[in-house]
């Protein structure tokens, strides 16, 4: 069974930091983009940025510029979501997804993330900011 797992969510204070986790279950995440979205109560997802797993190369929406770095481990063949001073509209739950992307040319500093473009989904972890 294809799958990604998540991990990493919960409660943080606002300033704190989490790391999301984002594992490949039952296939390759090799010439993959993982895209992060998150959907706050009421609220449209959004698109956060996302990684090549081939070369490293990322993309983040303005929201989350400068604050949170996504990296990668092929080997343990995981993504990661470094988020650092984080702020109550932060507050969402947060999901990876998987797409191919062989020629290494969907995520990059311009990208125009969509969800639909994203074929294999994790089940979500809640972040929430607050003190």
């Known amino acids: 069974q294809l799958q990604l797992v998540e991990s990493g969510g919960g ?7 989490l790391t999301l986790s984002c594992v490949g279950s039952g296939f390759t995440l090799d010439y993959k983009v993982i895209g992060w979205f998150r959907q706050a109560p009421g609220k449209e997802r959004e698109a956060v940025g996302c990684i090549t797993m081939s070369n490293g190369r990322t993309y983040y929406a303005d929201t ?3 604050r949170f770095t996504g ?4 080997a343990q063949n995981t993504a990661y979501l ?3 001073s984080l702020t109550p509209e932060d507050t969402a739950l947060y999901y990876c997804a998987a797409r191919s992307d062989y020629a290494a040319i969907y995520c990059h500093s311009n990208s125009r993330m969509k969800s639909t473009d994203f074929e294999t989904w994790g089940q979500g972890t809640q972040v929430t900011v607050s003190s």
């Open 11 to 17: 409660l943080a204070q606002p300033g704190g930091s």
């Open 82 to 84: 470094q988020m650092n």
């Open 71 to 74: 990296a990668r481990d092929s």
């Open 64 to 66: 989350v510029k400068g």
